[in-house]
């Protein structure tokens, strides 16, 4: 079942940073925080993943909280392509399937 | 470089009949998971193989049954469809031996059921 908590829906002007928080407070020391996305009706696309440290790739940064009961997503630059629903998944990292929550629609605005 | 490929793309089909879909992984992915996405709804887990094998078991109803043959393609079959089947089915694979384990999802086929 979903462990996550997100926003239903974000609007980010285009050029500037998107930040999409999520809530996780119940994780569990072994488990790790994944982002997907997916753009409307396609298959989902992953973003990056992490376990308690920061971690930055060429689409985008996470930030996990100390504590590990909450992570923000962070688009650098948003663009229009970035439109899409952002889902906040926590799985072991051996474990098998994803659970997805309601996850964030977010907008991107010219 | 190469993604899951999944067949068909669209799928009609009449109240009770039988569909089958087809998913083939990326090359060297162990492991194939499939999820059915209502119209408006989240993706929900249905069935997962690992090695061949069937390694979890999610919301998936008992008309529907899925297997992973030896080249590690998998096949998700459908009986006695119902209008509520109508989706669109994702599968996804991944390495478990890889370093990350994330899942690298396929177009998806949409199922619609008259």
């Known amino acids: 079942d979903a462990k996550t908590t997100q926003p239903t829906s974000m609007d980010c002007a285009e050029g500037r940073a998107a930040n999409l928080p999520c809530n996780h407070s119940t994780i569990s020391g072994n488990e790790y925080v994944y982002w997907y996305r997916q753009i409307h009706s396609q298959g989902p696309q992953y973003i990056i993943h992490?376990?308690?440290n920061n971690e930055t790739n060429e689409m985008a940064s996470l930030i996990i909280t100390e504590d590990r009961k909450s992570s923000t997503l962070i688009l650098p630059h948003a663009t229009l392509r970035d439109t899409a629903v952002y889902y906040c998944i926590v799985r072991e990292y051996t474990g098998n399937q994803f659970y997805f929550g309601t996850g964030t629609s977010l907008t991107v605005i010219p | 470089a190469a993604g899951v490929i999944q067949s068909p793309r669209h799928l009609i089909k009449e109240k009770r009949e039988t569909a089958t879909l087809k998913c083939y992984p990326i090359?060297?992915?162990?492991?194939v998971y499939w999820y059915q996405q209502g119209p408006g709804q989240d993706p929900q887990f249905l069935i997962s193989f690992y090695e061949k094998m069937q390694s979890d078991k999610g919301s998936i109803p008992d008309r529907f049954s899925a297997q992973q043959f030896s080249d590690y393609h998998s096949e998700l079959n459908m009986s006695s469809l119902e209008l509520g089947d109508s989706a669109l089915y994702f599968c996804?694979?991944?390495?478990?031996?890889?370093?990350?384990?994330?899942?690298?999802f396929g177009p998806g086929t949409r199922l619609t059921v008259l």
């Open positions: 090359p060297r992915h162990d492991t």
């Open positions: 992490g376990l308690k």
């Open positions: 996804a694979s991944s390495n478990r031996v890889g370093s990350y384990n994330e899942q690298f």
